[in-house]
């Protein structure tokens, strides 16, 4: 995603400095102008230097877009021995909750370096379709309607389309909790679980991080938007979504740290299933998706039981509220 945004805001006419934390990439970059890693194929434009100095670039820089995994995010940003300049917009596209802390990428920023306006890019965006220009819907999220703005020229294309919301810890609640339920959704193509399945985890697990979501403060309907439904659509299904591929693999009957080391890149639903279930426990949220996932990943349950003590939970009415059970059945019926 970084190199993809480098892109984008490049093309938009902004001159754009990328910076890497391995040197031998970044002389790879500088020669080819491919992120052969990541985006092979896709040539990126003249307006980008390629930089290992992190602490010029967030001096220097008028705007950052920041997009360190969330697990490794504090330890960068406090490597790196430098601050921006007061003022300067930073934008986050991490999808995670940090374990230690429960923080999400924007309230992490902000922890670090108190008094940055920050603001976040979420949704379905899988890096390559954009990439080569084929069409894609995306949220801007922040407090700050001038940031808002901002992220709107850097990142509108005639493929690309930008919708705004103020409501940043929901859209960055959706981003990281639907790679918990992709994890889940991997599994069960993993198992051959079926079509049928595979639509009712989505529908539930969409329920139980709005849940989340409400109990955190968020609007339910930025769950039922591009960070919420349609990044989860499009994480679920893609063939190239780490977490759902990841999934796959536990479901085929790797462990964890087998799928993780056969893993391209890092699996941001790992750790952010363990940091939704303590958020779980801290607000007494019902989370049974999550739950059964965390068991699976880390307690060594099989997917095939998981599945089966879902499917023997007590029957409910359908929605968001933990507190209603099934109703008794109809006289007449």
């Known amino acids: 995603m970084g190199t993809l945004c480098a892109q984008i805001a490049a093309n938009n006419g902004f001159t754009v400095r990328l910076w ?75 999808k995670g909750i940090e374990n230690s802390t429960l923080l999400c990428p924007s309230e992490l920023i902000a922890a670090i370096w108190p008094g940055a306006r920050v603001g976040c890019i979420s949704g379905p965006a899988i890096a390559r379709e954009i990439a080569v220009a084929l069409p894609a819907t995306i949220v801007a ?32 609640l959706a981003g990281a909790t639907k ?81 993780l080391a056969r893993s391209r890149g890092i699996v941001e639903g790992v750790p952010t299933t363990e940091s939704v279930i303590d958020l779980a426990r801290q607000y007494t949220i019902e989370m049974p998706i999550s739950q059964c996932l965390f068991q699976v990943l880390f307690e060594r349950k099989s997917p095939r039981a998981a599945i089966a003590d879902l499917m023997r939970r007590q029957p409910r009415y359908e929605g968001i509220s933990d507190t209603h059970s099934a109703p008794p059945p109809a006289t007449n019926a």
Not at 230 to 244: I, K, M, S, Y
Request: charged letters at 20%.
């Open 20 to 94: 890497g934390r391995n040197p031998q990439r970044i002389a790879e970059l500088t020669k080819t102008r491919e992120n052969k890693a990541y985006l092979p194929g896709v040539q990126l434009p003249q307006g980008i230097e390629f930089t290992g100095d992190l602490p010029a670039v967030i001096r220097e820089a008028d705007v950052l877009v920041c997009a360190v995994p969330t697990q490794h995010l504090r330890s960068v940003l406090r490597s790196a021995t430098a601050a921006p300049q007061p003022g300067t917009p930073i934008i986050s596209v991490a």
């Open 141 to 172: 999220a922040s407090v700050h309607e001038a940031l808002l703005a901002l992220m709107l020229r850097l990142f509108t294309t005639p493929y690309l389309r930008v919708y705004s919301n103020a409501d940043i810890r929901g859209v960055e």
């Open 179 to 259: 790679n918990v339920i992709a994890i889940a959704a991997g599994i069960l193509d993993g198992i051959e679980a079926g079509t049928n399945a595979k639509a009712s985890l989505m529908t539930r697990g969409l329920v139980e991080i709005t849940r989340l979501g409400a109990a955190l403060g968020a609007a339910n309907e930025t769950f039922s938007g591009l960070a919420g439904m349609g990044d989860l659509v499009t994480t679920c299904f893609a063939p190239e979504g780490r977490n759902r591929r990841f999934g796959q693999l536990i479901g085929s009957g790797l462990s964890t740290e087998e799928a």
